[in-house]
């Protein structure tokens, strides 16, 4: 069975800062991976998702992450954040050809103006 | 589009109550799931369906039921409502196919049981 863990349940940043959350996945076979965005108060919305390719994927509001198979990591970057950054970031994996989508944890990141 | 609408918002129910949240999407989806949220826990699959007069459990479906008999709609019925079913429910639905595997989710529905 696919599990994900992120280890960062709470960053505190200040604005300007680099971000980079941790996501580990455990799964033998191929898989998608997804990072998904909730800010407070509202629904899950995509951020960025890894398939296939180039293994740097590029998402929304500057976020980025890096499809690292041989350490099974899919951690999100930010060069420099925002205050409107502050949400709940989930990463999320399913196997290719499993229906079920499994998440980590969350991790809630706080900016600090 | 209207995407994927859940109702209610909100509800209280007491222990032993019955209720529906429902679930729509305006989108031709064949997938549709529902997620329980709970602090520190993430988003748990409750129960899925993968097309029209199909379901299948997913990782916590005990409590629950559901049903798919048209392509739009999607409801989870409590039986019998347990304050363990406090919780905030999301419904998701996407595209069959590779390469189509991104879920829209829904705004939620928040749910008290006392």
């Known amino acids: 069975a696919q599990s994900v863990s992120q280890h960062n349940h709470h960053v505190i940043l200040s604005e300007a800062a680099s971000l980079e959350l941790g996501c580990n996945y455990s799964?033998?076979?191929?898989?998608?991976l997804f990072w998904y965005v909730q800010y407070p108060g509202q629904h899950l919305q995509l951020l960025l998702k890894y398939f296939s390719g180039d293994p740097l994927v590029k998402g929304i509001k500057g976020f980025e992450a890096e499809f690292i198979k041989s350490k099974f990591s899919f951690n999100l970057r930010k060069p420099s954040v925002q205050w409107s950054d502050t949400a709940e970031y989930f990463c999320a994996v399913n196997a290719v050809g499993n229906e079920k989508l499994t998440f980590g944890t969350g991790t809630r990141l706080t900016i600090i103006p | 589009n209207a995407g994927v609408t859940q109702t209610p918002k909100f509800q209280v129910l007491k222990t032993g109550q019955s209720m529906t949240l429902q679930c729509a999407q305006d989108?031709?989806?064949?997938?549709m799931s529902w997620y329980r949220q709970d602090p520190g826990m993430g988003l748990r699959l409750i129960h899925y369906s993968v097309g029209a007069g199909i379901t299948d459990q997913g990782e916590v479906p005990n409590g629950y039921n559901v049903s798919r008999s048209t392509t739009e709609d999607f409801p989870l019925r409590l039986l019998s409502a347990a304050p363990s079913q406090t919780s905030v429910y999301f419904c998701a639905s996407r595209q069959a196919g590779a390469g189509k595997e991104t879920q829209y989710f829904g705004p939620g529905t928040r749910l008290l049981v006392l």
């Open positions: 799964y033998g076979g191929t898989v998608n």
């Open positions: 989108m031709n989806h064949e997938y």
